[in-house]
C-alpha cells in the first residue's frame, strides 16, 4: 500500500513482538520457516510499519498467526483507520482555511447549497417511497407460473453448484472456507497468488501440476481437485495449524 502505515502505538506493539522474539531464541528468518511467511512480512509487523501489505486484511492475518505463534494477546493496531481519518482531518484543515479566506460569501453559498440538498432529499424520498409502493404493487401480482419459474431457477443453481463442487477433470481447485483462513499457492517455488478469505467464502482456480499450496488455519478449509478431496488437516502443523500440500505429476504428498 503506498503512504506510511505507522504510529507510536503500532511501532510499541511491534517492540513486543521483537522482544518476545529474541527471548524465544529466534531469528527472524527462523520464525519466517517456523511460520512460512515472508521475512519481510515478519520485520515490518515488528517494526510496525504495515505499508507493505497489500490490504488490511492481508496484515491482520499474518498479525493474527505471528501472535499467536508468540502467544501475545494482541489486536492489530488500527493504523489503517487512523491513516484515512488523517487524511480527512487535513482536508477539513484546508476547507477551514478556504472558508476564513471569504466567509460572508461562503455562508450565502451554504445556505443555498443547504435548501438545494433539501429539495434533492425530498425529491429522492419521494421517488423511493413511490419505488417502495410500486414493488408492493408488483409482489402482490405475484402469480403461481413466477413461483414455479422461482422453483425452477432455484432448482438449477442448486445443480451448478453440485457440478462446480466435483469438478473431475481440466486441473481444476475449488475452495470453501469454514472460518478466517489464508493460502499461498507457489508454482516452481515462485510465490503466484496470496489471498485471505472469511467465512463462507470459496475459490477456484485452474492450476497445472506441479503445485504447491500452503494452508493457514487448515481446520476452517474443504477443498478438492479434480473431483478428489484434499485432507488438509493430514501433516498439518498442531501449534500454528499450517499445513502445506504438494501436488506433484502423479500424486498428491
Given amino acids: 500500500m503506498k503512504g506510511s502505515l505507522k504510529s507510536a502505538g503500532s511501532v510499541k506493539i511491534g517492540k513486543r513482538f521483537s522482544d518476545k522474539r529474541m527471548s524465544l531464541g529466534l531469528s527472524l528468518e527462523e520464525a519466517s520457516n517456523i511460520l512460512y511467511i515472508n521475512i519481510d512480512y515478519l520485520n515490518s509487523i515488528e517494526k510496525g510499519d504495515y505499508s507493505i501489505f497489500p490490504s488490511e486484511s492481508f496484515a491482520r492475518a499474518y498479525f493474527k498467526k505471528y501472535s499467536q505463534y508468540l502467544k501475545i494477546n494482541s489486536d492489530l493496531p488500527d493504523i489503517f483507520n487512523s491513516v484515512t481519518e488523517n487524511r480527512i482531518l487535513n482536508k477539513a484543515i484546508k476547507i477551514e482555511a478556504l472558508s476564513s479566506f471569504d466567509n460572508d460569501g461562503l455562508n450565502h453559498i451554504y445556505i443555498a447549497g443547504s435548501i438545494l440538498i433539501a429539495l ?84 477456484k482456480k485452474k492450476i497445472d501440476r506441479p503445485f504447491k499450496i500452503i494452508v493457514g488455519n487448515a481446520e476452517a478449509i474443504n477443498g478438492t481437485y479434480n473431483g478428489n478431496e484434499i485432507d488438509f488437516m493430514a501433516n498439518a502443523n498442531r501449534l500454528t495449524k499450517v499445513n502445506i500440500i504438494n501436488f506433484d505429476e502423479n500424486k498428491l504428498d
Avoid: H
Fill in 120 to 203: 434533492v432529499a425530498l425529491v429522492i424520498i419521494y421517488f423511493v417511497e413511490f419505488g417502495n409502493i410500486q414493488k408492493s404493487q408488483r409482489e402482490f401480482m405475484s402469480t403461481d407460473q413466477q413461483i414455479i419459474d422461482l422453483s425452477i431457477n432455484i432448482k438449477q443453481k442448486n445443480s451448478q453448484l453440485k457440478e462446480l463442487k466435483n469438478l473431475t477433470s481440466n486441473n481444476e481447485l475449488y475452495l470453501d472456507f469454514l472460518e478466517e483462513c489464508w493460502i499461498e499457492l507457489y508454482v516452481d517455488d515462485e510465490l503466484i497468488e496470496a489471498v485471505y478469505f472469511n467465512e463462507n467464502d470459496s475459490y
